[in-house]
């Protein structure tokens, strides 16, 4: 698994990215960051140039990450699938994790009757199968529908586009592994179990992970603290990069 500093200065922070990409997402705002973090990214299995694992899970996922990262706690920020992780780490290897951040994330990707905020069913379904047929396309799909009606965002998906569309064999396999994680994954009955600091970004434009899933979780996650960013789609941090910075600073740094 490829895990890298990226150097700073102060208490590490580990990033963690979401379903279709790697960590080179994180380009735009790293050098923001190591102002006041050092910086530690990882590729997800399957994804970028870390190998995939099997069997594909959370469990596996979260334990990889931590025999790879050269320290023994540090605090962790965790978007969309690299939020669930986050959230598993915290929840079942909380030694490791210092602070949360949960970041256009949710408990349940997936709606089922006693939770309304998951995507369709059908369209995930639909998502999967079209995955399957043609993933670079898919993808192309999948970045449009986070970034549209943003600013800037024939740029975003032009960065997008150059960097994370023409998949390897081995990139194509994880990332099919990583659509099942999604579909099947559900931490609500075991997210009342974390005790950590956690701050809660979403955009109230988000139309993959709802902003009542966010509320959701700020309402049972004890000690939570919610960030709504007005006008932010699925990718914060890249659309709202100042705001965004300026909530994750705030919370590492004790000014709530």
Known sequence: MKIKSLGGRGEPLLMIHGWGVNSEIWTSLVDELKLFVTVYVVDLPGMGVSSSISPYTLDNISKEIKANVPIKKCNILGWSLGGQVAMYLAIKMPEFVEKLIL???????????????????????NFEIEAKKNLNDTLMKFFLIQTRGINDSKKIIKFLKNEFIELSDENKSGMQSALKV???ADLRNDVKKIDKLTLIITGDKDRLTSTKASVWLYETIKGATLK????????PFISHKETMTASVKKFLQNDQ
């Open 182 to 184: 999604l579909k099947e």
């Open 103 to 125: 970041m256009s994330t949710t408990p349940c990707f997936v709606e089922k009757i006693d939770w309304p905020y998951g995507v369709n069913k059908q369209f995930f379904l």
């Open 228 to 235: 709504e960013i007005k006008g932010a789609n699925h990718m």
